[in-house]
């Protein structure tokens, strides 16, 4: 049974730039969430789809955004990048989102010069 | 909102020793996951255990909900358990499907 896939695994950007990153869940889980990982702010939630509805929405700025598409795949969506912008950006999956266990993918790693 | 806890922060250990990784959680749970991140970055699922006691292989955790904490047992360590451990949670009366996570524990192993 495949993992959870995120692409890229690796992407430079230029400040200014916008980014699309993707994630695959596993086969059957209808919940994608997305997390920020830097060496400040440890692990923080982005946001969270089921069933390609925004359920859940953490306190970033709207220039990060997200949809979910029919097959559960999810995108997200950084806008006008920052340098602070610079970070793990890891995607999980899962059945029904919390209260079941969340699996990570391997993340896709940003930098913003 | 809910906070989480980890510590020790930073653990060193000499190859074939035994831990214990303490997370503290200020508020009831619906979930409790304990994670190791490899180098790499990914998030490695240790244990899904929101309440009770697991055991898997060299490594175990227990979940006292009502006093809201979780323990993550590492006995004979390896050079390969290096590196960090998460707990996440997800509060009970809060939105149900965010994990909010501890600041983690640096382990090292040395041989």
């Known amino acids: 049974k495949a993992g959870v896939t995120q692409t890229p695994r690796y992407l430079i950007k230029t400040r200014g730039q916008q980014v699309t990153l993707s994630c695959s869940p596993i086969?059957?889980?209808?919940?994608v969430s997305w997390y920020q990982q830097t060496p400040g702010q440890g692990l923080q939630f982005l946001f969270e789809y089921f069933s390609e509805t925004q359920r859940n929405k953490g306190n970033f700025p709207g220039r990060f955004s997200g949809r979910q598409f029919s097959n559960s795949r999810s995108e997200m969506n950084v806008s006008t990048l920052e340098l602070g912008d610079s970070a793990l950006y890891l995607c999980?999956?899962?059945?029904?989102?919390?209260?079941?266990?969340?699996?990570f993918g391997e993340g896709s790693r940003l930098t913003v010069l | 909102g809910i906070q989480v806890e980890q510590s020790p922060p930073d653990l060193i250990l000499q190859e074939g020793a035994n831990s214990t990784l303490r997370c503290n959680f200020s508020?009831?749970?619906?979930?409790l996951q304990w994670f190791h991140q490899n180098p790499w970055g990914q998030l490695i699922n240790l244990f899904y255990?929101?309440?009770g006691t697991k055991q898997n292989g060299r490594l175990s955790a227990t979940t006292v909900a009502t006093e809201r904490y979780s323990l993550l047992y590492i006995s004979s360590s390896q050079t390969t358990d290096s590196g960090v451990y998460f707990c996440a949670v997800v509060e009970k009366n809060g939105a149900n499907s965010k994990l909010t996570f501890g600041k983690g524990i640096t382990l090292s192993v040395r041989p």
């Open positions: 508020d009831s749970v619906n979930n």
């Open positions: 999980a999956s899962g059945w029904t989102g919390g209260i079941g266990e969340l699996f």
């Open positions: 086969s059957g889980h209808r919940s």
């Open positions: 255990i929101p309440s």
